[in-house]
């Protein structure tokens, strides 16, 4: 099929050219002619403005956004005039579902069929495949079907669940029609809140791993420190690669983001180039927001959002509140911050 | 009663003042003979050691250590040699209430009777009388009541419970019998537990409260920068110290943590003269350890415990992971914290 | 002054009844006509419609609705179209500020004045006084300064904080013009946050220590349950309605709260005529949706909700994956629910 | 190597097979005479005492604990005695790293070695292999290396990790000697407390998936009740099973426990066969009472331990708490439980 990728950054780009291996047709734009240039290879055509990438697609056209989530409907706002009834427009971002709902509505108001397609796999995608969570009108998700399979995993990403009688599932090649829009963006969004979660569980494992050791500092007697009563309990130098290594082979927490993991600690056993600020990009904190609203109770994924939060430093002024509440009561001055 | 002071910091000092006024004979000693000079009162007397201070005593001899939980047993060897069968020593500090089982078994084999006391009230202490918490053996604890007596608020503290029948509980006066060694200690580690998760809400709900004006601010539109959807509801320079103040009348969640805490804004509204580094003395992290043990679930508790780890840094090796993985997946790069 | 009461339910009936002890003059209204007939008194007049209750007030009006927040939109449908330029329009109960927001420009629109007020105080607020947290224009909250005095609890109902120079400040009432239209809910919904980590901080150490004496049960030793390990730790039947009693006076942890839960346990020392199906009403929600938008942590108050979620088994789903889980990679068949 | 296995559980007897597999010869006891006559094949010969087990190895005998941690010291207590000087006793179960560090003490006394494995792997490890944490000392673990390399998954397991140069590093088959006696458990225990997180955090999410369509659900407008401002936000029904099945294939969270979660979820979608009542086994525990030592947030690790409990009914006295407060200070009254 013929496809144009608007967005040419980490994902798009790699994305064009999984679907160029794959025997479609790229057109290719990015608001950056650089990086036009730069996604230009065999199968792939550029072009130099959105009027030019919509000229160059035969109708009914498939243009697929892979953008920031914020800035896809001042993108949306300059492609719509261009396009006419029948033509498919793709959010493969990270958009809030919210949104995909509310456009899905104003598209169809002028024939243009929308589809949301919540897309993991990251940098590695153009080699392993990219995972989709498809929301939109069945016919329309049947339609690019072709596309989705060429972008996806494929069966033999992983090993046949017991069971499973060959039914032509499409989760089994790595894509899935979720629902109607919306629907995609939300599995998604409960995807990356998830791995907010996951994520978090490895790297407070591993901060208790880092600090065995903590039985052979010499401790401080006072009343703001608590003592560790036990120290021979603490002896161990641990080795993190290694640890991680290990674990990557019959455990029962193997996983990706562990391999990962293994290999970030194998480069920089005490991650000291990282200053441990950690950002969080939306679907964390959507997804907090559904459960919520929905009723669901999910403490590890909020601590895991809020854990993020408090990395960045928001949780300063709740602390000084603490700090000054204590010297209320007790008279309790601060000590300078333990360096690690 | 005679009553023998170790310990002269914050709490011991103060105690001895309260006791004396309320016609206690104080004989005080501490390490700092600075401390002991300061503590010398009518009623109280001064000792230049813990020699002295047992001769100063009348058999059956009352000792109270008010002393840092890390420093009672190197005390208390001093201490017991001195003593004989038939005295009493109290520790009315913040000790492990499982040292308060072994220390019970050990002082018993030698008659001497050993009772737990966890006190609170702090520097106010002098003023509001002090909240005693008592473990030990039921006869020990009532020939002690005087000085509990004393040491407490007494009935005006509070306002009546409806329903209470003037039974002469000593629990209205502000001091209880808990029940056998350790048992004062233990319902007092679980009251500084709930004191952590009760400030934690506090500061947490004034952090939102300060940041309600994050609409205001210029925000960014890039991959790793969540944007706020509607900066028109985050539109509030709210008053600090005057919302604080506000609920000290009629609300639900008036308290003695919150005068304080409106106490503090009043004098500091940003709170600029603390670092957030908060302490934690003990108590805290045991009550997660019992709740732990008795398969008590206690997920504020040690939410407000873990917070005070992250204030102080503790956090940073497991942040640091986070970022290699959002790396080693999205080929995330940090960005630099926001300042506060 | 003069004063319309819509919702005479816990809280309009008892606010209505204040205010005319204040010698202000309500006209009462309630869709239950009993409701209405209950609340008249001397003062207070009944209303057998909207209409009716407009007719009986003298423009500018001031009309106060007191109702649960969901109903609110569909009473001003029918109210606003009986009112006239000037009027003033105050909601009193727990509407989300975004609400607020959105009705005080619909109604700014017609020349009527939105006034939103976050109310506490319960059903003790008669007595005790409701703390008001006001949000508006300024000019009509300062009209209506001598509604809210009255309602507020009053400067005695706390100690003076130190340092506050009786600027004449009406937080020291009990009422606070907070900032524009949907500040006081804003503030209000924060309030009822803390509010909810607070309980449940309490909540969670009682819990502690009602199991205290767990090491008296008998113990299983079979590889789905985790052993004691130091019976001998847990030997304590505590007596939760005399401790919490102890803890009202000169303890770290007093408050209104806290009284609340003496007089509970007084009477029903085992609580077993609750279920422990826990209603949250909104506040808790947004309070953490505000968090999140403004990037702020609150672990607390984030497990404080979600207590309350699963106190509600809306838990049981994940639960079970967590079981089927357990049993796909370790064979762990699940054990019955240990009974309380 | 021969080896003498005691404990045939689930672990045990598939271990013993997998030594036979690799040519080393087994000896097999259990308590129950049932558990060895199933556990004898080619290679593996039954024990029908511990007397019997040693007899039936050469010195220095090579012994393999395969029993719940609670059982352990009593099952050291019989067969220590039987032992001579150099053999060695390997604790491949659950063992708290605490007893480890204890008991290498002891036996080190009797000349005995004494070895501590953690072991990961599950139903599944005779086929997959196990991971192996390893504590001891070093010639000893070095002696017992052809029986971890037999038992561990091997290097092709797992794909290599860029950077590693094939150094012959143990971890990149499988086991890994992770430090002294304790260190394995250590290892293991934080392994598992990873694990709850893991888990914990794919059930929350699925939970907020299953909910999708509460929208859809008639609401109910009361003061305990609130209400979903936005119904049209939630009416997906999405299918679980597909999903789970799909994010195993190219998306970050995938893991073998995202894999066994699909298997179940494709037998029973709503996994109504299970209760939810989910035990814990001790490791959990170990890792937060170790985090708490160590200073370390672990806000996940511990909602994720808390979750479980509260699974099994242990926060009902809290919740009590709960609705008793909300009754003292709003009046309300419970509602039932909200069925699933």
Redesign the interface.
């Given at each position: 099929m013929q496809l144009g990728m608007i967005g040419l950054?980490?994902m798009g780009a790699n994305m064009a050219r999984r679907l160029t291996r794959g025997d479609h047709q790229c057109v290719v734009y990015d608001l950056h002619p650089d990086a036009v240039k730069a996604a230009v290879h065999p199968g792939a055509v550029g072009a130099s403005s959105l009027q030019d990438l919509v000229s160059q697609l035969k109708a009914p056209r498939v243009l697929w956004l892979m953008l920031?989530?914020?800035?896809v409907d001042e993108n949306l706002a300059l492609l719509v005039p261009l396009l006419e009834a029948g033509d498919i427009v793709i959010d493969g971002g990270n958009s809030?579902?919210?949104d995909d709902?509310r456009r899905g509505a104003e598209l169809k108001a002028k024939q243009i069929h929308y589809v949301d397609v919540g897309t993991?796999?990251?940098?590695?995608?153009f080699d392993?495949?990219?995972?989709l969570?498809i929301g939109g009108e069945t016919e329309t998700v049947q339609h690019l079907a072709p596309i989705f399979k060429t972008l996806?995993?494929?069966?033999d990403?992983?090993?046949p669940?017991?069971?499973?009688n060959k039914s032509g599932?499409s989760?089994?090649?790595?894509?899935?029609h979720?629902?109607?829009q919306?629907?995609g963006h939300?599995?998604k969004m409960?995807?990356?809140?998830?791995?907010?979660?996951?994520?978090?569980?490895?790297?407070?494992?591993?901060?208790?791993?880092?600090?065995?050791n903590?039985g052979k500092q010499k401790s401080v007697?006072?009343?703001?420190?608590?003592?560790?009563?036990?120290p021979?309990?603490?002896?161990?130098?641990?080795?993190l690669p290694?640890?991680t290594?290990?674990?990557?082979?019959?455990?029962?927490?193997?996983?990706?983001?562990?391999?990962?993991?293994?290999?970030?600690?194998?480069?920089?056993p005490t991650?000291?180039n990282?200053?441990?600020?950690?950002?969080?990009?939306?679907e964390g904190?959507w997804?907090?927001?559904?459960?919520?609203?929905?009723?669901?109770?999910?403490?590890?994924?909020?601590?895991?959002?809020?854990?993020?939060?408090?990395?960045?430093?928001?949780?300063?002024?709740?602390?000084?509140?603490?700090?000054?509440?204590?010297?209320?009561?007790?008279?309790?001055v601060?000590?300078?911050?333990?360096?690690?």
């Open positions: 950054g980490r920031p989530a914020a800035v809030y579902y919210h709902i993991s796999g990251g940098v590695a995608g392993r495949g990219y995972c969570m996806a995993p494929g069966a990403a992983a090993t669940t017991s069971g499973r599932s989760a089994e090649q790595g894509y899935l979720c629902g109607p919306g629907a939300f599995v409960v995807h990356n809140g998830i791995e907010y979660g996951i994520m978090g569980a490895y790297a407070e494992g591993l901060n208790i791993l880092r600090h065995a903590v007697a006072d009343a703001e420190t608590t003592p560790l009563r036990h021979e309990h603490y002896q161990y130098d641990l080795d290694e640890i290594e290990l674990w990557r082979r019959g455990s029962v927490i193997g996983s990706w983001l562990l391999d990962l993991t293994a290999g970030a600690l194998l480069k920089d991650l000291e990282y200053a441990g600020h950690v950002s969080d990009s939306g904190r997804t907090i927001n559904a459960a919520v609203d929905e009723a669901v109770p999910v403490p590890i994924l909020s601590a895991a959002l809020f854990s993020r939060f408090s990395s960045r430093g928001e949780d300063e002024f709740s602390n000084k509140v603490l700090s000054a509440m204590r010297q209320g009561f007790g008279g309790h601060e000590k300078p911050a333990k360096p690690d």
